[in-house]
């Protein structure tokens, strides 16, 4: 897919925007020239520019979002009123689409964000709500995306856009906490699995790096083999367990421990 003449501001240059500078750089939907990013801290700046030397860096969030056609806002929840409230009369509702990556910044609160003073234009702009997970710097993330105000064509090129970098699921806005906690925070999770049967393994006699590299391709290769196959786990269990067997002694160890219970309320928890 060529790439079109589309210039995108981000504003927040932290992990994940700065992530999302990164993937779009490998993409093929935006021109890399045409990314404009701002962050209030020189030092990521000057880290991301040393990294992607055609983006473009500022200090200065309303110089950043002036000509853009897509502004993606990837600040911390409680700083996007105040991001917002600062470049809201710079921005042009008729033709840029807005796109926030706060996590629990409801629809509801960005529309009264983006309410402009009565001597601005009042028009309602197209609203996006976007969670990556942080292996959207590997371009492998699963981002939930949500939409306001948004036509369809808008709705697809920022399905377009985010799809480069991952998996992306489009939801209703209900939906966005249990994403967040599925996909986003269930990064944390499955690497706290990883960081815990590496800890096994070195018990076990292997030594850490051993352990890792072990583990690391044991869970890549179960992944694999739910999208290879198309199956469920439970499936995949079944091929590995054998009637008194030392799988199923292990898993039936782990489950007296609470290890299904225990994720699931791991996951409520982070809604």
Known sequence: ME??????????????GGAIARGLTKGSVVEKSSIMCADRSPELLAKLKASQTDIHCTENNKEAVQDADIVIIAVKPWVVKSVIEEIRTTLDYDRQIV?????????????????????????????FRVIPNTAIEALSSMTFVSACNASEEQTDLILRIFGEMGNVFLVEERLMMAGTALASSGIAFALRYIRAAIEGGVELGFYPHEAQEIVVHTV???????????????????????????TIRGLNEMELSGFTS??????????
């Open 3 to 16: 790439n079109i003449q589309l210039k995108v501001a981000i504003i927040g240059t932290g992990n994940i």
């Open 99 to 127: 796109v926030s990556i706060a996590a629990g910044v409801t629809f509801e609160q960005l529309l009264s964000y983006l309410d402009k003073p009565s001597d601005f234009d009042r028009t309602t702009p197209a609203l």
């Open 220 to 246: 890549r290769g179960a992944v694999e083999l739910l999208l290879t196959n198309h199956s469920n786990p439970e499936q995949e269990i079944d091929r590995v367990t054998t009637p008194g067997g030392i």
């Open 262 to 271: 225990s994720v699931i309320r791991g996951l409520k928890a982070s809604q």
